[in-house]
């Protein structure tokens, strides 16, 4: 019996073997398929038209999804940490929207939750030769988060500012109804983004306006340049992922043979 | 005849001797030229004025195409392959509407088709001295191409999620009729294009917009970072990994022939 | 009595000691709660609903903010100097409109300006472990900012004659009113902010637009080029200026004592 | 007579004498009003309200831009090359359109062409300390000219293939008339502008267009990516401007003491 379980362990929460590799790509599948199945029931037309196509596809995935959940929970050694592990969670609330539909009808937010599912990718991906360029990028971002706060701090106050003297300016009539509308204006118009919803109609609103845009093309730069400056650094002067074997030190030269520390061979 | 033929290939295939030159060039023109017709034709003021114009430029056109085809199939070695391949099948895409258009009247859709002679460009840009620099771009974005695909996975789960959250929020009658709407709309924000035919009319809506775009001023800068660093690597003139054999001195230039430190010769 | 006014000192204008810090964290709060304060009452429904509570804490925070700025006046070696310096200046217009409020009737204008408080916040961050990598961000757009100044006034310039030749191309029927008009929509394009709220109607105009909008492709790419140079330049690991008196190694870490190369002691 | 001659051509031509910094400081003020004349001559609200201060203003500044022509003309060496320089026609144009007006009523479009005097501001900043810096700027656009216009020719082919299958997909009703607003459409998308003006609103047209969205993220990063990596290029490592006087190689590294090429010493 033990053997079994480990057996199963492995297929389900590794990807060494051939079965294992096998059971991922499938689960992989499903996952698409089960959020491509939410997407298209919200869709008011396919909804009426497969209606029950949609519903017998729904409690296929649902059936497939709560049995690898309680596989899940009978194989892993300690099952209440499993429960209440982020991804526990997430494969929980995977199957839950379809069950309450039972008990209570209509429930329609509760079906979107089944949204979430998309999360289960990503244990999947954890297993996948991508995961070392998305960990650059990942990496780069990490290193720069103080640099980027500081920026989008910036950001923020200077978005406040904007938006209160957009609304001094323009005021109500012309859509600038309230200091958090001025707000949403100036982040749909620093970010480039500029929908038009509310857009400056006074001279003195379009010239200030203006100044925004021209200031916000410097501003755009500040990003871009902090996360190029930090792949740049990453992905250029590779630093050897040797250790001192005398003193741990690390990041030593690609080309080192002694250690910049302590003077000791490497190895 | 064979080397009527021969020198027939190095005409139409090769860009080697003068006449080949003036044949690429002469092609270069007929294509552009076949192009303009296309577009212009949609347009029904001009299609409705100089009917008879751009119906005789089309056959001329056709003519000049499908002797040129003919010709392909008669000069290269292996006909079938030429045929089937990619740009055979551009080349015969390029002259079959025409042909078609005599048989079903009004086939307007197959006409669009002709659009394909575009790609015949590439062919005859193979051969141009823009290559070089044109192949740098391609290798960086090759290069890249893993990141980018992990970027623009993770850019797909964030759109499938946003779109959803959004359809919650706003509903169907500020235009998030259904999930995909949603999606669409993420996608139109997140890469600041913001056309503004769907954009959020409640405040929490708002809020939430203005939370995807500032985010979207982070995410932005990552397919950008991940470009510029790997054409900064490539374009970064590439010291040689030489030593001076006499003083140890490292980086020297790629043409370097004497050691810029001591002056002896470099071997 | 000296000893009471140098510690409030130390806790007012310092943040070294532990009462210091509890004092700038509070005061962040106060600052942040009275600019929601500012927001929020700017929203009509919320006005009406909560007018009352947001009221008093209006008044609330001006006494908090009085009492504080009264401190600082009798506390610091040269009130004079402190009264017109920035943040004396801005710590004074904090309080102004409410005290304005009650001589005045609806003195709407004036109570916007308490959204100034917003500069407060920076007074406070001055000591805060984020300005290091604020000073990284300001000290590369210092650097460029030659650079980003020639560049902004090319852009003025081009801006200019675009707008002035959308004038006449579109003329005042499809929006373009006057040249600021035409310049207000240059910039609109240019920065790729594009609302839509005067765009090109005739075949001519958008032709010209299309034209602008591919040269904003590069012209974007400028700001962003300049401040990446910049950055990159600043957070490249500098690697010590250090050559080994043994080897003539170069390129040694920062933090090197021994030769990477040959493991003699640098020194 | 000459030495007057050559003291007028060093203050109108040169900038090293302090008459000469004057005449450049004043000359530029006056285009900058100019310019905002013709500006604000075509708002119309302001025309019929200044109508006789913006005439007196235009007049006067004819006069002052006709007595500086005619003084460039007598001063300079070969006057006719001067007339036929390109700052020449500029300077002609400046003034031309004024004194077409007393010949023609109501000349407007002649007017416009005034605006052209902005570009006399470039020859007067051809002597300012800016120069340096935008040269630098230049030349990182200059030197990746062949990059941007291979860059650009892919986009231009992208863009009509996009805009071919967007007028097939949506068709006239729903904005795509033809090709060419069809590509107008898809440059508007791709340059993530966005005005809405045209949008898809077919579920089809929809997807696609998220697709072109999805795939100018990774465009827009290449230009990009090309100044960018340029101007790292040219900012970074500073290569000495010394020449080797025996053999003339150029482009040595800063610390370089011998000629890399001829082993020679540099001095």
Redesign the interface.
């Known amino acids: 019996m033990s053997t079994i379980k480990e057996e199963l362990y492995e297929i389900i929460f590794e990807a060494d073997t051939k079965i294992g590799k096998i059971f991922d790509v499938s689960l992989l599948v499903i996952i698409i398929l089960s959020?491509l199945l939410?997407?298209l029931e919200?869709?008011?037309s396919i909804e009426r038209d497969y209606h029950s196509l949609l519903k017998i596809s729904e409690w296929v995935i649902t059936a497939i999804f709560s049995l690898e959940y309680l596989l899940r929970i009978g194989i892993v050694k300690k099952p209440k940490a499993y429960i209440f592990s982020f991804y526990g969670i997430i494969d929980f609330l995977s199957i839950l929207p379809s069950y309450l539909g039972l008990i209570m009808a209509g429930a329609h937010?509760f079906m979107?939750i089944r949204?979430l599912r998309?999360l289960r990718?990503f244990r999947i991906l954890k297993l996948n030769r991508?995961t070392k360029?998305?960990a650059?990028?990942i990496r780069?971002?990490r290193d720069s988060r103080?640099?980027?706060?500081?920026?989008?701090?910036?950001?923020l106050?200077m978005v406040?500012?904007i938006g209160?003297i957009m609304?001094?300016v323009e005021g109500g009539e012309n859509g600038f109804?309230?200091?958090?509308?001025g707000?949403?204006w100036a982040?749909?118009?620093l970010?480039?983004?500029?929908?038009?919803?509310i857009?400056p109609a006074t001279?003195l609103g379009?010239?200030f306006?203006?100044v925004v845009?021209?200031i916000?093309?410097?501003i755009?730069?500040?990003?871009?340049?902090?996360?190029?400056?930090?792949?740049?650094?990453?992905?250029?002067?590779p630093t050897s992922t040797q250790v001192c074997s005398n003193c741990m030190a690390e990041?030593?030269?690609e080309?080192?043979?002694?250690?910049?520390?302590?003077?000791?061979?490497l190895n």
Chains 1, 2, 3, 4 share one sequence.
């Open positions: 959020i939410v997407v919200s869709v008011p937010g979107v949204a998309l990718i991508y360029e998305g650059i990028i780069a971002l103080i640099k980027i706060s500081v920026f989008l701090f910036a950001v106050t406040i500012i209160t609304y001094l109804t309230s200091i958090p509308r707000i949403y982040i749909v118009t970010t480039t983004v500029g929908y038009g919803d857009s001279s379009q010239f306006a203006s845009m021209i916000g093309y410097a755009i730069a500040v990003p871009t340049g902090i996360v190029t400056a930090e792949l740049t650094k990453l992905s250029s002067k990041d030593h030269l080309n080192a043979v002694y250690c910049y520390k302590c003077g000791k061979k």
